[in-house]
């Protein structure tokens, strides 16, 4: 912000130095900005990390040169392992304040003990190691990677995110969420964590739901009906001591126990197997719908692990897609670190082998851009020096890949792109070689760059039994075609 009348910067007030003028409007954006930093203090006294940094981030979108919030949000950085991120904000910190700031005190007491420095880098090469090992779907060996992470730092939270996403993906559901509960005890709102605990909460729920209904038994049917055969005792009765009466009188009971047989006893069999078979018909009946219960429910259990197996999937993809950025990360943690200690060469150097296009995180391209600005020339011309000389030594893959870092640094090289494709010429790889020497014939055909690469593509093309013309013409009619 500079002052509307007088144009002098106004950095953390609103009143101009010079002039004396007051800027209203810079009054509410540093008043803005100092309320959320509060609310970032605030948050941190009560453990609420991801909150803390939500407001730190607010804060310094309206006063960037807030350092009293770049300092506590560094704070906050290496509070839950993020030791890069911490360092990034306090080297802006200081580059807005270089004097009377609290962030030079943070940077020599890391700077001062190597063994930190050297324990967060194997915190990151641990850390990306079990990204590897997932990436070729060694699960066993990503957790006993991530373990050692978490013995070197305890509050690494995206180690414990991690591993608890691991076992939550073999069903390792107690230990996921210990896991995770263990890094609330660091960062008790952390967004990540609390979803994660939610899934596992609602996988092991369904889960036991499950079990308890594969426990019901089935219902015994009582009859209504029971057949109750009564005994009679027989009555002896004397009679007449005649041979036909004692014979009709066989015959009459035989006929009377036939009928009684016949009257009573079948009817109930048959009642009774009647029963039997209506029971067993029930039974059959419970059974299978038992069994289509189980298997809906098991069907819909199929269909929310699929869900849930895709949506896993996805972000293990995420995380591989991470995989390139870490080694941005890494070499941007090395130029970070030889750029405190001084060494803007060797810091360039790192540099240079950074994909700015893979770093999302604002505050990482800030600090890329601070370092670049810093080292840009003293590297781009260590690098070449160095590309030049292993030209000279005809080492061409060395000076290619010192030249290519030239390049990364400063596209206009033109030297850089002429002595790459010199390289190639000399590794007789053709086709790379009039690549480069065509780039400079076509965006810089005035350079003297530009004159030695048509020499050039001509002498290699007057190797081939072609010329100038003739490959001019064969590019038309082509064209033409």
Excluded at 75 to 101: K, M, R, T
Aim: charged fraction near 25%; glycine fraction near 4%.
């Amino acid at each position: 912000m500079n002052c509307t009348n007088c144009n002098t910067p106004l950095i953390n007030t609103w009143i101009c130095p010079k002039c004396g003028q007051k800027d209203e409007l810079a009054r509410k954006i540093i008043y803005a900005s100092n309320w959320h930093y509060n609310q970032g203090l605030a948050k941190t006294r009560v453990r609420d990390l991801t909150g803390a940094t939500n407001s730190l981030l607010m804060s310094l979108k309206y006063n960037k040169r807030n350092t009293q919030a770049r300092n506590l949000l560094g704070l906050v950085y290496y509070q839950i392992g993020e030791i890069v991120n911490a360092l990034g904000e306090w080297v802006i910190s200081v580059h807005f304040q270089p004097e009377d700031n609290i962030a030079n005190t943070y940077i020599k007491a890391i700077q001062n003990n190597p063994g930190k420095l050297q324990s967060a880098n194997r915190i990151i090469q641990r850390y990306n190691q079990a990204l590897e090992y997932l990436n070729q779907g060694n699960m066993d060996m990503a957790i006993i990677e991530l373990k050692r992470a978490i013995n070197l730092n305890p509050n690494y939270i995206r180690a414990y995110q991690l591993m608890g996403l691991l076992y939550f993906r073999t069903k390792q559901y107690a230990a996921a969420r210990k896991v995770l509960v263990r890094s609330l005890k660091i960062d008790r709102n952390n967004i990540t964590s609390l979803r994660y605990i939610k899934e596992i909460d609602a996988a092991a729920g369904e889960r036991a739901r499950l079990k308890t209904r594969s426990r019901d038994g089935f219902t015994q049917i009582n009859d209504p009906n029971p057949v109750v055969i009564e005994e009679k005792s027989d009555n002896k009765y004397t009679d007449f001591n005649t041979g036909l009466l004692s014979i009709v009188n066989v015959i009459i009971g035989v006929v009377i126990g036939a009928a009684v047989v016949w009257l009573l006893l079948v009817p109930s069999v048959r009642q009774s197997e009647a029963r039997k078979h209506n029971q067993a018909v029930v039974e059959y009946s419970s059974q299978i719908s038992e069994d289509n219960k189980l298997i809906s429910s098991y069907e819909m259990e199929n269909a929310d692990l699929k869900a849930k197996n895709q949506a896993l999937q996805d972000q293990i993809d995420t995380l591989n897609s991470s995989e390139d950025a870490a080694g941005s990360e890494d070499a941007l943690y090395l130029a970070i670190k030889e750029y405190i200690a001084g060494r803007d060469g060797e810091a360039g150097e790192y540099l240079a082998d950074v994909d700015k296009d893979t770093l999302t995180n604002e505050d990482a391209i800030d600090i890329y851009n601070t370092i670049y600005e810093a080292t840009k020339s003293s590297a781009e011309t260590a690098l070449y020096n160095d590309g030049y000389a292993a030209f000279q030594n005809q080492e061409y893959m060395d000076a290619i890949d010192a030249l290519e870092k030239v390049l990364n640094l400063n596209s206009e090289n033109l030297d850089a792109i002429y002595y790459i494709g010199a390289s190639y010429q000399r590794m007789a790889d053709l086709e790379n070689a009039m690549t480069y020497y065509n780039r400079l014939i076509d965006e810089y055909p005035t350079s003297n760059q530009a004159v030695m690469a048509q020499e050039a593509v001509d002498e290699i093309l007057e190797a081939s039994g072609q010329s100038s013309d003739t490959q001019s013409q064969t590019e038309e009619s082509q064209n033409g075609l």
